[in-house]
């Protein structure tokens, strides 16, 4: 009889789920984690003595609150603040632009840009509360069958319809638009000001494989807006203690449901026995047996390296080779000294500190920077969003010091010319000195720097591509399409082999789905 019911390649916060949850369920589980600590790209790490840093993610919204309440993390120490002011923008004409948790203070703010769009944005949320309402509603579901097959299959399909029946015909038709359209054409038919419409936006482009103007960049916009903080639709904060927070939380529930984990334990191998997953092979050269394996890797990971091919068929290796997930993403890590100080907003401390702050004045300067990297070139004047946990969580940097994090598009992984080894201080000399145009004083208050490029990403957190949502998420690429047609309830062409990662439905972002629909199918199947 083997050791465990269930094994979980990787100790994402993913995997973490769904050990949980199976755990829960009185299975016999084992977690692996080949790095030293649990959290895949949620962690927090003291990379500099006194700093502790959340190095990937930085923010959460999308953790659902169904596996918040089940789980009961905040008895594990989960604990989000809020974002007030949401967001902060800057102008090269000295002007900036505030969204606030208030309504009435954001639209006084829009105001100052435009008196229709701030007549209009309220119309704006309440339509994309309603397509969120819908898509929510597929988040924490599984997949129907595609292509579809026999009378099931088209109930399941039926009972998805049925979703839809309460939208009204003209969302309907927003529903449509916003798979399909750009950022920037679907902001287009809201707004006039190019000051409101790239603040929004941003949110479109976040680690896509695009530009606002790229079709399908409209759902990564919706994507970034399902989730909520504290009961309020849209709004990201800070985990206090730093995203590892959230994956140390999720951990702990998982042990106090009978769960092992194990870190500095890399799994090389799937062990497969007459078409079945038996267990796993440790780089160690140890076997561990088990009746079933869920994946938190992602696909090309999974089926390219921890699966022999001769276990798989030819469309479908030639399908998971076809799948997208080369990043686009860096994330460079900052200790400060002191505070930034912005010529559009002089003083500090100062609420635009408490924000995400973006650089990036206007839909055509964020097109630039895609067409950049649309031809293996790092983007010369990238799009940059910024934030400073440490007004929040003091205690993640010592006294008086500050933690800031730089996320931005673009820098591809794929590079026409040179090596990301060669690149990645220069480009982020140049991610500096953007950022003294509108912040002198940043150079000088710089103690320490951590730059993550996708090469990076890669090597540290194994995923490919440096891809932080485990492949593109475009149309083609999700709900019965993730990671493949035929394939996107979970299971796998082997038997007693799982998905539990961002590469399966519904995809990136610090959400959790994955992990609780995988162990939802696992304890539905045999065997699992």
């Avoid at 807006?225 to 702990?252: K, Q, T």
């Avoid at 078409?275 to 990971?301: C, Q, T």
């Avoid at 004045?361 to 946990?389: C, F, H, N």
């Avoid at 999700?478 to 399966?504: D, K, N, Q």
């Amino acid at each position: 009889m083997p050791k465990y019911d269930s094994i979980i390649v990787g100790g994402g916060h993913n995997g973490l789920v769904a050990a949980a949850y199976l755990a829960r369920a009185g299975r016999r589980v084992l977690v692996l984690e080949r790095r030293p600590l649990v959290g895949g790209c949620a962690v927090t790490e003291e990379i500099w003595p006194g700093y502790r840093v959340s190095t990937a993610a930085y923010l959460t919204s999308l953790m659902q609150e169904r596996i918040v309440r089940e789980l009961d993390l905040p008895r594990y120490g989960y604990q989000v603040d809020a974002k007030d002011p949401a967001f902060f923008s800057v102008f090269p004409d000295g002007r900036h632009f505030f969204m606030w948790q208030d309504r009435a203070r954001t639209l006084a703010e829009i105001a100052r840009f435009s008196a229709r769009d701030a007549e209009v944005y309220p119309a704006y949320e309440d339509r994309l509360e309603r397509l969120s309402q819908v898509v929510e509603g597929l988040l924490l579901s599984t997949p129907p069958p595609f292509p579809p097959r026999g009378p099931a299959s088209f109930l399941e399909y039926l009972r998805l319809a049925g979703k839809l029946r309460g939208l009204s015909p003209a969302e309907l038709v927003a529903l449509v638009k916003i798979f399909t359209q750009s950022a920037a054409e679907f902001l287009d038919e809201w707004f006039e000001s190019e000051q409101v419409k790239v603040t929004l936006a941003t949110d479109g482009v976040i680690g896509a494989n695009g530009g606002p103007r790229s079709p399908g960049t409209a759902y990564i916009l919706l994507h970034h807006c399902m989730g909520g903080v504290a009961g309020h639709r849209g709004l990201w904060g800070f985990v206090r203690g730093g995203m590892g927070a959230v994956s140390e939380a999720i951990a702990a529930a998982a042990r106090a449901a009978g769960a092992h984990i194990r870190t500095s334990a890399a799994v090389s191998r799937v062990l497969v026995r007459g078409h079945r997953a038996s267990g796993v092979l440790l780089e160690s050269g140890e076997e561990i047996e088990s009746a079933s394996v869920a994946s938190n890797l992602d696909p090309k990971l999974t089926f390219l390296s921890l699966v022999e091919e001769r276990h798989l068929d030819s469309d479908f290796l030639a399908a998971i080779r076809h799948f997208r997930i080369e990043g686009t993403s860096a994330k460079i890590n900052l200790a400060l000294n002191g505070l930034p100080e912005f010529t559009a907003y002089p003083g500090a401390p100062g609420p635009h500190h408490r924000a995400t702050m973006h650089i990036c004045p206007d839909i055509d300067y964020v097109e630039r920077a895609w067409d950049d990297a649309k031809y293996g070139m790092p983007s010369q004047r990238p799009l940059l969003e910024l934030t400073i946990p440490t007004v929040y969580d003091p205690s993640l940097a010592p006294p008086g010091k500050h933690i800031m994090g730089i996320f931005l598009q673009y820098a591809p992984y794929t590079l026409r010319h040179g090596a990301w080894d060669d690149l990645r201080d220069p480009f982020a000399d140049g991610v500096i000195a953007l950022i003294e145009e509108y912040a002198p004083n940043i150079r000088s208050i710089i103690e320490h720097r951590q730059v993550l490029t996708p090469l990076d990403l890669e090597r540290r957190f194994g995923i490919t591509g440096g891809n932080i949502f485990h492949g593109e998420m475009s149309l083609d690429q999700m709900f019965v399409m993730r990671p493949v047609a035929g394939w996107a309830r979970y299971r796998t062409p082997i038997e007693g082999l799982y998905l539990c990662g961002s590469g399966a439905h519904p995809g990136g972002g610090v959400m959790g789905a994955p992990g609780y629909n995988c162990a939802r199918t696992m304890l539905k199947a045999r065997f699992a």
